[in-house]
């Protein structure tokens, strides 16, 4: 008996689901030979076609410039995180760092801390003739930079192994416009390395001196005179990002703490860990485990204004391209409208045939969320191929002095297609429920009273 009853509910389920699947399935069926049918009227099928394009510009519009706001923040944080270490641990006192070799050391066995680095910061102004301007110095171990950073292989002319604590010995390039007399000192000047668009401010190349003139000057008979020495250029990087490839340079450290009148002193510790979005708690349980006296900044609270601002650039952008979407929105309404009105007849008789108010109204909402779906589909693959060719061809050229880099990145991501999907489509069903509500309420009797 009991295996009776469990047959006849499975059969009763079957039976059911069968029926509901019918239903949907004729439901679906009127609603698209609705879309395809010849109209009295031709303004409905124009207003059809208008709806169906609008939805599929503003989806296409929406996915370009999410992958427009995500190429950007992409792109910066790339070259930022591929520039700068993720940590930077300072002494609060200005006198910088003393004794830090055992300080770093037992800072880079810390949990999720990858590797660590010594480096001096310091303003400076360099020049080579009459050409001059500021920049930010930075004293560094290549062999522990390379560790935090990888802006020394973004090496474009030149080579970073002049930076070596301990360089082999080379033969000297001596450029044209110096004199063979003076290659014997410029043979022992030491080495620094320029961003691409300061040596070409400076007009220096690969083998010209600069003058690198420090703000800490020595007190004489005559007062603080500003402290120079003069450097040889033996390298010139390209970061691609303008702020580091326009400011920065790059000496050995022993250099910028003769240079800056530092005896075995660093102003930074610099350090690279495994997660860079938990920076912000490394970070602080590494200044824990300093001491007092040390604070650290991370690259998320450097850069916090500028993702800050990106973000916000992507909701707006969100909303304000998405008013496209709503005014498709309402030509799907006013289309969904018109039909109900000329289909009053078909309504009456399908209604007199038996079929549901409840199917009725599905009948026009599935032909609202028709639309909806096409031009989604059309705005989905419009969008993901315009931003594609805009990556890989690089199709659009920027200023890099205003915009930090050359193109317009695109970087177009599956979850903002499934978002913009999501949204496109409810806003094209909330478009259906008062077209929906207003075929159900139509009555036999009076649609059909003078046919």
Known sequence: ???????????????????????????????????????????????????????????ASLIVALAINNGFRQDLQDRLLGSTSHINLLR??????????????RLEKQPHVVAGAPAIYEQVLISRGARAQGAVLKGILPQDERKVSAILDSIKQGSAASLDETPPESPTTVTDDESDSASARTASLPPIILGKDLADELGAT???????????????????????????????????????????????????????????????????????????????????EAG?????????????????????????????????????????LISLIMMVME????????????????????????????????GTALGLIAGFALSWAGGHYHLFSLSAEVYSIDYVPFAPRPMDGLLVALVAIGVSFIATLYPSWSAASVLPAEALRYE
């Open 343 to 374: 289909k009053t007849r078909d309504i009456a008789v399908l209604v007199s045939m038996g079929a549901k108010r409840r199917q009725i109204r599905r009948i026009f909402m599935y032909q609202g969320i028709l639309i909806g779906v096409i």
């Open 1 to 59: 008996m009991r295996s009776d009853a469990r047959k006849a509910r499975i059969l009763f389920r079957y039976n059911e689901l069968s029926l509901r699947l019918f239903r949907m399935q004729f439901e679906l069926f009127v609603a698209a030979r609705y879309l395809r049918a010849k109209r009295r009227q031709a303004v409905i099928g124009v207003i059809t076609v208008i709806s169906i394009i609008g939805v599929a510009a503003g989806v």
């Open 206 to 288: 690969v083998g010209s001196l600069v003058t690198v003139t420090s703000p800490q000057g020595e007190l004489t008979p005559f007062g603080i005179v500003p402290k120079y020495k003069r450097f040889k250029v033996t390298g010139v990087f390209a970061s691609g990002f303008f702020d580091y490839d326009n400011t920065w340079a790059f000496i050995r450290l022993s250099d910028a703490q003769r240079l800056f009148d530092l005896t075995d002193v660093v102003s930074v510790l610099e350090f690279k860990v495994d997660d860079i979005y938990q920076a912000g708690v490394i970070s602080q349980k590494l200044e824990a």
């Open 92 to 105: 609060i006192a200005s006198d910088g760092i003393r004794n830090w070799q055992p300080l770093l050391e």
């Open 292 to 332: 007092k006296g040390f604070m650290s900044t991370n690259w998320m609270e450097q850069n916090r204004a500028l993702f800050h601002a990106l973000r916000l650039e992507r909701v707006v952008t969100f909303i304000t391209i998405g008013l496209i979407v709503f005014v498709a929105a309402l030509n799907i």
